[in-house]
């Protein structure tokens, strides 16, 4: 457990370590989950390491396979909500949830616990979320995000990766989103959550103003297009969006990461 940076909240992190020979110091990975939360929506009311989604379990043992220490950060339940929300409640969450103005102050305030910890390259930290959390990372990685000040690849991330985000983020970035870090950001046409669209036209402001951000457009792929499971993976363009994305985003860390 480590405090948000937004000073009043308590959070729960699970650790994934290094697998195999890796420096005494490893880069580390920072993973916030979607709007589901981090577990399995088969966890019936036990919410702890051993009912973690399949997803997160699968990249966060990827990551410790790379060599990295990942942590993904519950957001959720320390707030009340560890059993996630559904997409069709959007307008309804809580404040106190929110993807743009709150959880960004998650994101650093795992970042300043992974500084306390004699086994991570504090100076070598990057960002991965998903949906709610990949909307929570753009936001994070905005160079005039209040979350933390002065943000530089040094005292903040080295660099993000975004799946599926919705893009409209509240309005907040209407202007287009300058991040202090290289952002890239994966989506699929056939995503039934999140407007690709959006998210094409946020990169595309962003860009007009040389800001180091890409967008990665899978045909045919639909949100949560990296679940493992069958229901997602039985679908062609998904399983080919994921080892695509899979790939990029071990080859993009390892540039931002790896001595």
């Not at 103003?209 to 639909?222: D, E, F, R, S, V």
């Not at 363009?237 to 899979?246: C, E």
Request: proline fraction near 8%.
């Amino acid at each position: 457990m480590f405090p948000s940076a937004d000073g009043q909240t308590t959070l729960v992190g699970y650790v994934f370590k290094p697998e195999g020979p890796h420096a005494a110091r490893s880069p580390a990975v920072v993973m916030m989950h979607g709007r589901a939360g981090p577990y399995s929506s088969l966890a019936d009311g036990r919410y702890d390491a051993t009912t973690l989604s399949q997803r997160h379990q699968k990249w966060g043992h990827l990551w410790a396979q790379q060599g990295y220490l990942a942590i993904l950060v519950d957001g959720f339940g320390p707030r009340g909500f560890p059993q996630g929300f559904s997409h069709q409640d959007y307008k309804q969450r809580p404040e106190s949830v929110n993807e743009v103005i709150v959880r960004p102050y998650d994101a650093y305030g795992a970042l300043a616990y992974l500084h306390t910890r004699n086994d991570v390259a504090a100076d070598r930290i990057a960002l991965q979320g998903w949906s709610n959390g990949a909307s929570a990372t753009l936001a994070t990685m905005s160079s005039a995000t209040p979350a933390l000040k002065s943000p530089s690849p040094s005292s903040g991330f080295r660099g993000a990766l975004a799946f599926y985000p919705g893009c409209g983020l509240k309005g907040h970035f209407k202007a287009g989103l300058i991040p202090y870090a290289p952002l890239r950001v994966y989506v699929g046409t056939a995503d039934e959550e999140i407007s690709p669209q959006e998210c094409s036209e946020l990169v595309d402001v962003s860009r007009a103003q040389q800001a180091n951000i890409t967008l990665k457009i899978y045909p045919g792929a639909t949100h949560d297009f990296d679940d493992p499971g069958p229901s997602r993976q039985d679908i062609p363009a998904n399983a080919a969006a994921t080892r695509d994305a899979t790939a990029e985003a071990i080859a993009f860390f390892a540039s931002l990461l790896k001595k």
